[in-house]
C-alpha cells in the first residue's frame, strides 16, 4: 500500500486528488484500505466499509474522470508488479480494473456536464497509444 501511495501522492495527474481535494491522512487511510484488499484476496472479511461514497464525496469537489481512473490503474499495476507476482498479483490487478470501470461508471451518472479528456494525458495500453488492439 505504502508504495502505491508514495507514487500516487506525488503523482502530477493524481496526487492533487490525495493532497489538496481529500486531504488525505495517510496513517488513517493505509489500515482501512489494507483491509479492504485484505477482504478482496485473501477473505479475511476485515472490511466492512463501504468503499464507493468517499469517492462520491470526492467526485463532488473534483470530478473524477476517466484520465484520474486511468492513472491510477497504471499506478496501481506498476506498484503490485514491483513487489508482487502470481495468482494473486494478478487477481488484485484484474480487481483494480473491475473497481475503476465500476466507480467511473457510477460517478458519472451524478454529473450533468459531459467529460473532457485531461489535457496532456494519453493512455496506452501494450505500448499502443490508445490501446488499440491491432
Not at 489538496?20 to 476485515?46: K, Y
Amino acid at each position: 500500500m505504502r508504495a502505491f501511495y508514495g507514487r500516487a501522492l506525488t503523482d502530477p495527474v493524481i496526487g492533487f486528488l490525495f493532497t489538496d481535494v481529500a486531504h488525505l491522512d495517510l496513517e488513517a487511510h493505509v489500515p482501512a484500505v489494507t483491509s479492504f484488499w485484505e477482504t478482496i484476496l485473501l477473505g479475511a472479511r476485515s472490511y466492512t466499509g463501504g468503499a464507493f461514497h468517499p469517492h462520491a464525496g470526492l467526485h463532488a469537489k473534483a470530478p473524477l474522470r476517466a484520465g484520474h481512473f486511468q492513472r491510477w490503474l497504471l499506478l496501481w499495476h506498476a506498484s503490485v508488479d514491483e513487489l508482487f507476482a502470481g495468482p494473486r498479483a494478478e487477481q488484485a490487478k484484474a480487481h483494480a480494473d473491475r473497481v475503476a470501470f465500476a466507480f467511473h461508471g457510477r460517478l458519472q451518472t451524478t454529473t450533468s456536464a459531459p467529460e473532457a479528456p485531461l489535457p496532456g494525458l494519453v493512455v496506452s495500453r501494450h505500448g499502443r497509444p490508445g490501446g488499440g488492439g491491432g
